[in-house]
């Protein structure tokens, strides 16, 4: 069992613009050319903090419409928030706050041995490192910059150093790059 923040970023370093918008994303690549299948099959619950719920919420329908479903997965997910935030039809949808290590134990427990996916955004995948409960960052870096936007991962790591598990070219758009965390 891992706990793992799996995402993508821009070249330099940003997950979303400004705006929270993923626009600049759909165009590069084809998600079935990358590890996301064998990545999601592995994936036995969710975190999520309230930007990426959010999105989440305004493309539902979107989403819907690809997946038959307005809300795509069946795992329990935990979204942090300190507002009230709608809940999404179907989905097994657990709002919290506060600290992520209790909400970890919770959700190891819930996954029944597979892996936890911190599905965004970087500051929540910062806490779930500053608690010392991540291993693995899987990232596809995109053949973009943005300029400026919500960062891929608000936190220095410098000592020790993530470690270069894999390289792997994905079409023209994306390098994928998974890192152990020490």
């Known amino acids: 069992m891992k706990t793992q923040y799996y995402t993508a970023t821009s070249l330099d370093g940003f997950i979303a613009t400004e705006v929270d ?12 050319d990358t590890s996301y299948s064998a990545f999601f ?26 997946t038959g479903l307005a809300w795509p997965y069946t795992q329990p997910t935990w979204v942090f928030s300190s507002r009230k935030l709608p809940s999404i039809e179907g ?5 919290v706050q506060g600290s992520v290590a209790p909400v970890h134990a919770e959700m190891v427990r819930a996954a029944g041995g597979k892996n936890l996916w911190i599905v965004g955004g970087g500051d929540l995948a910062g806490q779930f490192h500053d608690a010392g409960l991540l291993d693995e ?3 596809q870096v995109g053949s973009v910059t943005l300029g400026s936007g919500k960062p891929l991962f608000p936190r220095r790591i410098t000592n020790p150093p ?8 994905v079409g023209t758009g994306f390098a994928e790059l998974c890192y152990r965390v020490p």
């Open 21 to 32: 918008s993923l626009d600049w994303l759909f165009p590069l690549g084809d998600i079935n």
């Open 41 to 66: 099959a592995e994936v036995g619950a969710l975190a999520m903090g309230s930007t990426t719920y959010e999105w989440m919420l305004r493309h539902s329908q979107k989403v819907a419409e690809e």
């Open 91 to 95: 989905g097994d949808i657990r709002f």
């Open 137 to 139: 960052i899987l990232v």
């Open 162 to 169: 993530l470690e270069l598990v894999s390289v792997r070219q």
